[in-house]
């Protein structure tokens, strides 16, 4: 079995494992000084966009394709490389469609979707410079700006008053104008392939908030636990999302729950390895990135899956530069303990640091929330 994995910067979180499943692995990259280069039987620096990745999957004669793509821009492309390797080549590609990925990308496009479909999604409208200068509404505050394409909070902005969005059109033409939602942030990953989905746990990610706080810079739990949360009935919502879109490989859906009046808002849907997978590894014990080779091998199986999901308490904190030389300095850190431990849990080392080295992570595995706090205090990273 051969595959050929797209994009160097993920590939650590899967080598091992091919390897270990037996795999030979041809890794496509267009920076040639990625440092995980090297853990590929094969590899091949070639320019950006998804033609070359192409025809490496065709001249190396691969099984499957594997696209370890974590930001929006070229899901298109991969999209459309999906539907022809598929096609014509009878080559599996594990990413969504064309359909799907399109969706996904743009806010306003899921925003159709969701209306469509009957889910419950906060309220919004376009709105351009020229319209807003003219217009006589009464806006209400907070209201929340956005751009139809964009990850990791940019482009968005919570706006308090006139002035704020003023400011927001001295930078845009236009927005998605939505109504702010009071809650907590809520996201599942879902795995999906032959029309088979596993939504794997319920990820908290803190509350929103008015200055607009990304979650990626609070501190996130799994399995949420929150008052009047029903966690199955969320992961079912985000089964149901991912089968109506007809999404494939992994799927992250976000979503903002209030605790009083128990609505539950779909906010949006990522077709792509999400910024949770950690905690959903930590939590479920299943590693949605590991999912994508069996995928690729012929060998996914949703009901094992199903089975063997562990509860775990999984809690998430990004390091700042102190705390990370601490860790690298500690006994117990990731590079001291063998390289092949380096993305696993253990019983000594029951938390994985991830990310790049100036905003890196790390996620905690426990059986209760206190052990969490237990052991990052023994780390040192909290008081
Ligand atoms: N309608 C909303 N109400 C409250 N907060 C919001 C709303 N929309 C976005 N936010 C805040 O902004 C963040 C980023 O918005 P999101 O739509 O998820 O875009 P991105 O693709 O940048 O993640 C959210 O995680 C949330 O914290
Ligand atoms: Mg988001």
Request: hydrophobic share 35%; glycine share 4%; charged share 25%.
């Amino acid at each position: 079995m051969k595959i050929l994995f797209i994009g160097a910067r993920l590939f650590d979180e899967v080598a091992l494992y091919a390897k270990s499943r037996g795999v030979t692995t041809i890794l496509s990259e267009s920076d040639p000084k990625s440092p995980n280069l090297k853990l590929a039987d094969k590899y091949h620096i070639v320019p950006r966009g998804m033609d070359h990745p192409m025809n490496i999957a065709l001249s190396e004669d691969v099984d499957a394709v594997v696209p370890l793509i974590g930001i929006d821009k070229p899901l298109i492309e991969i999209a459309k490389m999906k539907e022809k390797l598929e096609k014509e080549y009878n080559l599996p590609v594990i990413a969504s469609g064309i359909n799907a990925t399109e969706i996904s990308v743009n806010k306003l496009k899921t925003k159709n979707f969701l209306i469509n479909n009957n889910i419950k999604t906060p309220k919004s409208t376009e709105i351009s410079k020229k319209q807003y200068k003219i217009s006589k509404y009464e806006l209400r505050f907070p209201t929340v700006l956005k751009q139809a394409e964009g990850q990791g909070g940019v482009g968005v902005k919570i706006a308090l008053s006139p002035e704020d969005i003023e400011s927001y059109f001295g930078i845009y033409s236009q927005a998605m104008m939505e109504d702010f939602l009071k809650g907590a942030e809520v996201s599942v990953e879902v795995l999906r392939w032959e029309k088979k989905s596993v939504p794997l746990v319920s990820v908290y990610k803190g509350d929103t908030t008015l200055e607009g706080t990304h979650p990626l810079n609070k501190i996130r739990t799994a399995p949420a636990k929150l008052e009047n949360l029903n966690n199955l009935k969320i992961m079912k919502i985000a089964k149901n999302i991912t089968d109506k879109l007809d999404a494939n490989g992994t799927t992250e859906i976000e979503f903002i729950f209030n605790e009083e009046t128990k609505e539950i808002n779909t906010l949006e849907v990522n077709t792509r390895p999400s910024g949770t997978r950690f905690l959903t590894f930590s939590s479920s014990n299943i590693n949605p990135m590991q999912q994508l080779v069996n995928m690729a091998m012929g060998e996914w199986k949703p009901r094992t899956i199903e089975r063997e999901i562990e509860h775990y308490n999984a809690l998430e904190m990004s390091l700042s530069l102190n705390q990370n030389n601490l860790i690298q300095n500690h006994s117990l850190n990731n590079n001291n303990n063998n390289n092949h431990k380096k993305h696993i849990f253990t019983s000594d080392k029951p938390w994985i640091i991830h990310g790049p080295d100036k905003a890196s992570r790390i996620t905690i595995r426990s059986e209760n929330p206190t052990n969490s706090f237990e052991i990052m205090k023994n780390l040192k990273i909290m008081e």
